[in-house]
């Protein structure tokens, strides 16, 4: 039997600055993120069995000086989580995060960024 571990985080951030590549002509000074992350069941739980505290993931997205358009801003948080998961020797299949500007934005847009440790990972696809 494979077994994985799915964690999802949602969470609200908002941009370091305006950029001229971001959405601001709509009004968008604040973004909502969801995170979906894959894990083998096999991983470790830290001393409060817990794979890793929730809060320490909006914490990690809260510290980054987010810029750009969402594309850039999608790199940025996985250049952040991906190594904060390695140091705590989480075994991370897959990375899906979604940036989207405010839940009623008009127009709505909706972006997600993929992370796979290994192509086999994507028969895990979508993590709904």
């Known amino acids: 039997m494979i077994t994985y571990y799915v964690m999802t985080r949602t969470g609200r951030f908002r941009p370091l600055e305006n950029t001229d590549n971001q959405c601001k002509g709509w009004g968008h000074s604040e973004y909502h993120y969801t995170l979906k992350l894959l894990f083998d069941g ?42 904060l998961l390695a140091r705590k020797n989480l075994p991370l299949l897959v990375c899906k995060c979604v940036i989207r500007p405010t839940l009623d934005a008009r127009p709505p847009a909706v972006l997600e960024f993929i992370s796979l440790k ?5 028969a895990c696809l979508p993590l709904v």
Do not use: R, T, W, Y
């Open 42 to 83: 096999s991983a470790k739980l830290n001393d409060k069995s817990f794979l890793i505290d929730h809060q320490d993931l909006d914490d990690a997205i809260q510290d980054i000086e987010l810029v750009g358009s969402c594309e850039q801003m999608h790199k940025q948080i996985n250049e952040k989580l991906v190594p």
């Open 118 to 122: 290994s192509p086999e990972f994507a």
